[in-house]
């Protein structure tokens, strides 16, 4: 497995994200734009940074300060599991809800009412099993 979010993590994640029908393919029907962050709940900054323009990735790496839309954080060990066993639905509900999974930025609510965003951010999770 390779170091979570190292450098050639988030280029991984990104070339599966890209090939993977369910997530870029049905982010591209909504023209889904956004950029992400991914990192620990215990630092300041987050580790990693996406950005996607219509349900594509277009660039993968390390956090150097830009604004973010989505800025997810978790304990290291939570990270791991989630990368061995993905989330489902309900199991990111009590992620969120419990605190194990925190949103410093972006609306998770209004992403869990979306169906057209909600399958295919569960499916990204799963990307990470593949990892």
Known sequence: ??????????????????ASEDVSGKLAKINFCATISCGFKNEESPRCLFVVKNG????????????????????????????KKPLGLTAMGIAVATGKLQFKQGDFKRMLINPSMTGPFIKSFALMSHM
């Open 1 to 18: 497995m390779l170091e979570l979010f190292s450098e050639d993590w988030i280029h991984l994640l990104k070339d599966l994200w890209n």
């Open 56 to 83: 594509v990735a277009t660039y993968a790496g390390v956090y150097h300060g830009e604004t973010v839309d989505w800025d997810m954080r978790a304990d290291r060990e939570n990270w791991e599991q989630w990368a």
